[in-house]
């Protein structure tokens, strides 16, 4: 069993920017795909950013790729995206999630990211 505890969404202006945190308990990121989607009112999940199963490589929605950075601290179990020059349609609720396309992932409780324009 893995939980995942996301942090650090808010209210913030466009152009501006905020850094998400997921800490993983349970089990370590290790080897599995990590990252993270997200939610806005009345759309799908969409995918923002992982890692691979090795954490080598990082792969990006094409659209926040240039403004938001994902990275991991191994020794503290914990995944963060950084996001920067945000638009009010970066607005959602952010989603961390562990194997997301594997046959079992797990997923966070989400965090609020609100940007005003």
């Known amino acids: 069993q893995v939980q995942l505890v996301e942090s650090g969404g808010g209210l913030v202006q466009a152009g501006g920017s905020l850094r998400l945190s997921c800490a993983g308990s349970?089990?370590?990121?290790?080897?599995?795909?990590v990252g993270w989607f997200r939610q806005a009112p009345g759309k799908e999940r969409e995918f923002v950013s992982r890692?691979?199963?090795?954490?080598?490589?990082?792969y990006y929605a094409d659209s926040v790729k240039g403004r938001f950075t994902i990275s991991r601290d191994n020794t503290k179990n914990t995944v963060y995206l950084q996001m920067n020059s945000l638009k009010p349609e970066d607005t959602a609720v952010y989603y961390c999630?562990?194997?997301?396309?594997?046959?079992?992932?797990?997923w966070g409780q989400g965090t609020q990211v609100t940007v005003s324009s």
């Open positions: 999630v562990v194997d997301p396309y594997g046959p079992r992932s797990y």
């Open positions: 890692f691979d199963s090795s954490g080598g490589i990082r």
């Open positions: 349970g089990r370590t990121f290790g080897s599995s795909v």
